[in-house]
T-cell receptor, first 115, second 110 residues
Framework: DAGVIQSPRHEVTEMGQEVTLRCKPI?????LFWYRQTMMRGLELLIY????????DSGMPEDRFSAKMPNASFSTLKIQPSEPRDSAVYFC?????????????FGEGSWLTVV | AQRVTQPEKLLSVFKGAPVELKCNYS??????LFWYVQYSRQRLQLLLR??SRESIKGFTADLNKGETSFHLKKPFAQEEDSAMYYC????????????FGTGTQLKVEL
């Protein structure tokens, strides 16, 4: 398996534009997580899904952020409109079974810069 | 609420010196603790978990419930250990999510 696949790897966009980040989890995994990594706050969980259903979105910073998982092999994280403070690395991760008892596998991240 | 604290943003040691990356946690029950590592521009990967009581790449970590700590240790640092290390916590029985600390950048100098 190629692991968790994220796209784009790098994105530079102007403030106010819509940004869509994509993720393909490992086949067979039933949990999918979106994390944001910044120097100041480290890794923050934004939202996670179980069997394509959003379970906890309490980490989503505000209404500008939305995430969907239309099927077991695809998820998107959308920011609209984007702001400079959204600049960060966004990681998608997946696991088979609940996170604590099972290994979470991370993608390589999407490096977002909003200017 | 569950919280993980890594007090050091950067730890610099010489090759061959002992390493200790500190991690303290706050959780009302019996958590499961993990260490994840991120080498330069690579994806995060699991290094070790406390329930396995294993040593990976020479690293060990012992859960101290009295001190609510899960420090990562290695007796002799190697250059290839330079990376970002994250301590993480989940609820008992696995829970559904991991809470990460802010990470410690380990730099091993020659």
């Amino acid at each position: 398996d190629a692991g968790v696949i994220q796209s784009p790897r790098h994105e530079v966009t102007e403030m106010g534009q819509e940004v869509t980040l994509r993720c393909k989890p490992i086949s067979g995994h039933d949990y999918l997580f979106w994390y944001r990594q910044t120097m100041m706050r480290g890794l923050e969980l934004l939202i996670y899904f179980n069997n394509n259903v959003p379970i906890d979105d309490s980490g989503m910073p505000e209404d500008r952020f939305s995430a969907k998982m239309p099927n077991a092999s695809f998820s998107t994280l959308k920011i609209q409109p984007s702001e400079p403070r959204d600049s960060a690395v966004y990681f998608c991760a997946s696991s088979f079974g609940a996170a604590g008892g099972n290994t979470i596998y991370f993608g390589e991240g999407s490096w977002l810069t909003v200017v | 609420a569950q919280r993980v604290t890594q007090p050091e943003k950067l730890l610099s040691v010489f090759k061959g010196a002992p390493v200790e990356l500190k991690c303290n946690y706050s959780y009302s029950g019996s958590p499961e603790l993990f260490w994840y590592v991120q080498y330069s521009r690579q994806r995060l990967q699991l290094l070790l978990r406390h329930i396995s009581r294993e040593s990976i790449k020479g690293f060990t970590a012992d859960l101290n419930k009295g001190e609510t700590s899960f420090h990562l240790k290695k007796p002799f640092a190697q250059e290839e250990d330079s990376a970002m290390y994250y301590c993480a916590l989940s609820g008992p029985g696995g829970g559904n999510k991991l809470t990460f600390g802010t990470g410690t950048q380990l730099k091993v100098e020659l």
